[in-house]
């Protein structure tokens, strides 16, 4: 045990008798150590009335916060007349008004070159056209996985049906794609030259 420890003990009263009548023989033979039990014997006085002083302080304090909470008016809401319904009317037309603007400013730069953001499954594009329709039961990252082992570029869908329309550079690479979807028969319900 530190002497730390011995005199917080000492003080504090956690000191067995003999432990106890050890330490005092041995303060009365170690001046410094006498001096050093002093020191925190008042240092002991001094907190403890800065403890009684502050906690009175502190429920002084306390009971003045609570009478003036007890007195005091919740203050009336200067806008307090208004309905209820009518904020909502005015959140629900700045939803609308905020839609209106995204559609009319926003949706038609997202679309398609023409403006419209449609284009029909039989417009022509670049290169020959493979159409594939996979099995329900196709999870999608197997559905990823074929598609990008086949070299295509996916130029339409996937569409309510799962029908995806990919293109090819040549008709070379669309005959070897098409050989490989219809040896995944379990994955790839329909394959057909557009």
């Given at each position: 045990?530190?002497?730390?420890?011995?005199?917080?003990?000492?003080?504090?009263?956690?000191?067995?008798?003999?432990?106890?009548?050890?330490?005092?023989?041995?303060?009365?033979?170690?001046?410094?150590?006498?001096?050093?039990?002093?020191?925190?014997?008042?240092?002991?006085?001094v907190?403890?009335?800065?403890?009684?002083?502050?906690?009175?302080?502190?429920?002084?304090?306390?009971?003045?916060?609570?009478?003036?909470?007890?007195?005091?008016?919740?203050?009336?809401?200067?806008?307090?007349?208004?309905?209820?319904?009518?904020?909502l009317?005015?959140?629900?037309?700045?939803?609308?008004?905020?839609?209106?603007?995204?559609?009319?400013?926003?949706?038609?730069?997202?679309?398609?070159?023409?403006?419209?953001?449609?284009?029909?499954?039989?417009?022509?594009?670049?290169?020959?056209?493979?159409?594939?329709?996979?099995?329900?039961?196709?999870?999608?990252?197997?559905?990823?996985?074929?598609?990008?082992?086949?070299?295509?570029?996916?130029?339409?869908?996937?569409?309510?049906?799962?029908?995806?329309?990919?293109?090819?550079?040549?008709?070379?690479?669309?005959?070897?794609a098409?050989?490989?979807?219809?040896?995944?028969?379990?994955?790839?319900?329909?394959?057909?030259?557009?």
């Open positions: 045990m530190t002497d730390d420890e011995k005199i917080s003990g000492y003080l504090n009263g956690r000191l067995d008798q003999s432990t106890r009548d050890a330490f005092e023989a041995e303060m009365s033979s170690n001046s410094a150590l006498a001096a050093e039990v002093a020191m925190a014997r008042g240092m002991n006085t907190f403890d009335q800065d403890d009684a002083t502050a906690s009175g302080r502190s429920a002084q304090g306390w009971a003045r916060l609570e009478q003036e909470i007890a007195t005091s008016k919740a203050p009336v809401a200067a806008n307090d007349n208004r309905p209820v319904w009518r904020s009317a005015q959140t629900a037309a700045a939803v609308v008004v905020a839609v209106g603007l995204w559609q009319m400013l926003v949706v038609p730069e997202l679309s398609g070159t023409d403006g419209t953001g449609f284009t029909p499954v039989s417009a022509e594009t670049a290169g020959p056209v493979l159409q594939i329709v996979f099995a329900e039961t196709a999870e999608l990252a197997d559905v990823i996985a074929v598609l990008s082992e086949i070299d295509g570029t996916i130029v339409d869908g996937p569409g309510a049906i799962g029908l995806f329309r990919v293109s090819f550079a040549d008709e070379a690479a669309r005959d070897a098409m050989t490989v979807l219809r040896d995944r028969s379990t994955l790839v319900q329909n394959v057909s030259p557009n």
